[in-house]
C-alpha cells in the first residue's frame, strides 16, 4: 500500500512515525519537488521538540567517506546524538542514488538489517526516480521498511513567486532567498488548505500553521498579508507568545512603536524558557530605538548580553546577535569606542563559527565603517565599508539594493574626504 493524500496529513503520518514510542525502522517519502523537503524537515524537528519533547537530527549522508554505511549512522550517534537522540531524517538520498547509483544502491540494500534494529526511526527523502531504482534493484530494502511510503506529488506554487516579487524587500533578495520563501509560503499554503478539508476551519493545528505562515510573510515583508490571517484568526488564536509576538511585529511594520512594544512586553513574559524567548528579547530593543530611548535600549542590551553569557548552553549566533546589539547601543549614546569593541566581537563569533555569513558579515562590517566614519578616521572607515561592499556583493545583493546603494554613496564621501 502506498500513501498519496494530502500534504497536512502526510506530514502528520510522518510526524506519528518519528515520534512514536519505540519506534525503529525506515521509511521512505517521495516528492518530485525536493525544495519542499527543507521546509517539512524543519516543520517535523520543531514539532517534535514543542508537543513531544524530542530531538530529530537532520543526517546528510556524505558523497565521499571511507566509513561503510552502518559506520557512517554510528559515527552521527557518537558525535551528534551521545545523550539520546529520538530519530533520524536522512534528506539527500535521492541525490545520492542518482549520483552514485547501483554500487550505492546495493550497499544500502546490505544494510537494511542494521537499519531496522539501529533502534531510531528513520525517515529517507527520495524522489520518484530514486524510489523506482530502489524498488527495482533493492527490492529486500523497499519490501522491509517500516511503513507505507508517503508522497508529496502536487505542485504547491500558484503563483506565490508572482506575489512575492511585488514585495521590495523580496525583489532584492538572492535567488536562493527567492526559491526559500516561495517555497515555505506555498507549503504552509498548501497545509492549511489540506487540513482544513481535513479537520475544520477552527482546528489548532490549522491555528498552528497560520501563525507560522503569518511569520513568514513578516519575515518577507508582505505585512498586509500577514495582518488579513491575523484578523481572520484573531479569535482563535491562542494567548501564548508566538500570537502576541505577531501582533508586535504587525504595530512594529506599521510604526506603531508604542503598541508594539506593549505586545512584545507581553510576549516576552509568556516566552520565559521558550526559544523565541531571545527573538523577542531582540525585537524590544529595537522598538526601544525607535522610540529613541536609547539610554533604556542600552539598559536592554546589557542585560540580554548577561542573559546569554550566563546560558549555560553557549549559542554562537546568540554572541553574534548580543554583541552587535550591544555596539548599536553604544553608538546611539556616542560611546564609539565600545562601539567598535563590540562589533569587532560579533564579527569574531561570525568569522569563528560562519565565515560564509556573506551578508550578515556585510551589514556589520558596515557598520564599523559608519563608526570609523563619524570619529573622522577616513583609512579604516574606507576599509571597512570597502570590505562591506563585497561582502554584501557576494551574498548575492544586487547593485541596487538600498543597503547597497547607501554603502556606495558612504565610500563615495570617505574617498572625497582623503584626497
Not at 500500500?1 to 497536512?8: A, R, S
Not at 566509513?67 to 550517534?77: K, T, W
Not at 550497499?107 to 527523502?125: S, T, V
Not at 558579515?361 to 578616521?377: A, C, D, E, M, P
Request: hydrophobic residues 40%; contains cysteine.
Amino acid at each position: 500500500m502506498e500513501v498519496n493524500e494530502n500534504y497536512f496529513t502526510n506530514q502528520q503520518r510522518l510526524f506519528r512515525f518519528l515520534t512514536e514510542p519505540g519506534a525503529s525502522g525506515y521509511v521512505f517519502a517521495c516528492t518530485p519537488y525536493p525544495q519542499i523537503i527543507p521546509e517539512i524537515n524543519k516543520q517535523l524537528i520543531e514539532q517534535a521538540t514543542t508537543k513531544k519533547g524530542l530531538a530529530l537530527e537532520l543526517f546528510f549522508l556524505p558523497n565521499e567517506s571511507d566509513l561503510s554505511l552502518p559506520e557512517q549512522f554510528r559515527d552521527l550517534i557518537r558525535r551528534k546524538m551521545p545523550f539520546g537522540g529520538d530519530g533520524i531524517i536522512v534528506p539527500n538520498l535521492g541525490f545520492l542514488i542518482a549520483d552514485k547509483g547501483s554500487d550505492f544502491l546495493l550497499q544500502l540494500n546490505f544494510a537494511r538489517e542494521f537499519l531496522q534494529n539501529l533502534g531510531y526511526p528513520i525517515l529517507f527523502w527520495v524522489d520518484t526516480q530514486a524510489l523506482a531504482q530502489i524498488n527495482k534493484q533493492a527490492a529486500d530494502l523497499y519490501s522491509q521498511r517500516a511503513g507505507s511510503t508517503v508522497f508529496f506529488e502536487e505542485n504547491i506554487q500558484n503563483g506565490v513567486e508572482g506575489l512575492l516579487n511585488t514585495t521590495p524587500s523580496f525583489s532584492g533578495l538572492a535567488i536562493s532567498e527567492k526559491e526559500n520563501f516561495s517555497n515555505k509560503i506555498a507549503l504552509y499554503k498548501k497545509q492549511i488548505l489540506d487540513a482544513q478539508k481535513m479537520v475544520g476551519d477552527k482546528h489548532q493545528s490549522v491555528v498552528n500553521l497560520v501563525i507560522d505562515l503569518i511569520g513568514v510573510y513578516l519575515e518577507v515583508g508582505l505585512y498586509e498579508k500577514a495582518q488579513e490571517l491575523l484578523k481572520q484568526y484573531n479569535e482563535l488564536l491562542p494567548n501564548t507568545s508566538l500570537t502576541w509576538k505577531a501582533r508586535g511585529d504587525i504595530a512594529y511594520q506599521n510604526s506603531k512603536y508604542k503598541q508594539s512594544l506593549a505586545y512584545y512586553l507581553i510576549a516576552k513574559n509568556l516566552a520565559k524558557g521558550k526559544p523565541e524567548f531571545e527573538e523577542i528579547s531582540i525585537s524590544i530593543i529595537w522598538v526601544n530605538f525607535f522610540l529613541q530611548d536609547y539610554d533604556n535600549a542600552l539598559k536592554l542590551s546589557l542585560e540580554y548580553k548577561d542573559h546569554i553569557e550566563s546560558k549555560s548552553i553557549k549559542n554562537y549566533k546568540e554572541f553574534v546577535n548580543a554583541y552587535e546589539l550591544l555596539g548599536i547601543a553604544y553608538s546611539h549614546v556616542g560611546d564609539y569606542l565600545k562601539t567598535i569593541k563590540y562589533l569587532k566581537k560579533s564579527l569574531e563569533y561570525l568569522d569563528k563559527n560562519e565565515p560564509k555569513q556573506f551578508r550578515r558579515k556585510g551589514l556589520i562590517l558596515g557598520n564599523l565603517g559608519v563608526t570609523y566614519q563619524i570619529l573622522r578616521q577616513w583609512q579604516e572607515a574606507q576599509k571597512y565599508i570597502d570590505y562591506s561592499i563585497q561582502h554584501l556583493l557576494t551574498s548575492g545583493l544586487s547593485k541596487s539594493h538600498p543597503i547597497l546603494v547607501t554603502a556606495f554613496n558612504q565610500l563615495q564621501e570617505i574617498n572625497k574626504n582623503l584626497s
